[in-house]
């Protein structure tokens, strides 16, 4: 079956150690997007690939950093993680060009202590 | 400005009633609308979407979607709830100008009570 895929599931971090997330796919699309996603709050989008175009949100700390190798896979980078950095962390992606609605993965869990 | 909002933090029914979680929204132009699940420590699910024709959408898991343009809702129903229904729901619309970005409700909290 087509899928979004995000490996780990679980991450614990030390406060300021570097940290990567991974997500691929295997729909096929263009769009990728990398959500923060606190305590059952809505998802807050950090940034979005329309192929290798990158697209930052204006809000976005420059903390968090982003890379699209190729058209399967997605990371997601954090330079120097702090205490307020823990959240669920969600991959997604869409067709550019389809009917919009956006194909999530499990997510990662980020624990920083 | 674009806007979803769910009116209710939290829905309570009991197994076997109908239920509704609520949505309204406020875009420029032609609203295209979606609904997602979100079980504990899980992505986000896609329950349907709203894009055009029939009012009445349906979709995943048996849920369907209304949408009332003259009230600008798009409320998501169930004939009957079953007890694995609960967990949280968001609404989303397309944003206006942006085909990429969706513009996300709060969320609502449905607990089906046995």
């Known amino acids: 079956d087509a899928m979004v895929i995000q490996n780990p599931r679980y991450q614990v971090t030390q406060f300021g150690k570097p940290v990567t997330l991974s997500c691929s796919q295997t729909?096929?699309?263009?769009?990728m997007y990398w959500y923060q996603q606190k305590s059952s709050q809505a998802p807050k989008l950090l940034f979005h690939?329309?192929?290798?175009?990158?697209?930052n949100e204006a809000d976005t700390p420059d903390n968090f950093q982003s890379r699209r190798p190729n058209t399967s896979f997605c990371f997601l980078d954090i330079r120097s993680p702090g205490l307020g950095d823990a959240a669920m962390y969600l991959c997604?992606?869409?067709?550019?060009?389809?009917?919009?609605?956006?194909?999530f993965g499990p997510g990662t869990r980020l624990t920083v202590t | 400005a674009q806007s979803v909002a769910q009116p209710e933090d939290q829905v309570n029914v009991a197994e076997g009633n109908p239920l509704t979680v609520k949505c309204t929204y406020s875009?420029?132009?032609?609203?295209?609308l979606f609904w997602y699940v979100q079980y504990p420590n899980r992505g986000l699910q896609f329950l349907l979407k709203?894009?055009?024709?029939d009012n009445l959408v349906k979709g995943s898991y048996g849920f369907e979607a209304e949408f009332n343009k003259s009230q600008t809702s798009f409320h998501l129903k169930k004939p009957s709830a079953l007890v694995s229904d609960s967990a949280l729901y968001f609404c989303?619309?397309?944003?206006?100008?942006?085909?990429?970005?969706?513009?996300w409700g709060l969320g609502t909290s449905l607990a089906v009570n046995p």
């Open positions: 989303a619309v397309k944003a206006a100008g942006n085909n990429r970005k969706l513009i």
């Open positions: 875009v420029s132009g032609n609203p295209y």
């Open positions: 709203y894009i055009t024709g």
């Open positions: 729909l096929n699309h263009n769009v």
């Open positions: 690939y329309y192929d290798k175009d990158f697209n």
């Open positions: 997604a992606t869409s067709r550019e060009g389809g009917s919009y609605e956006q194909y």
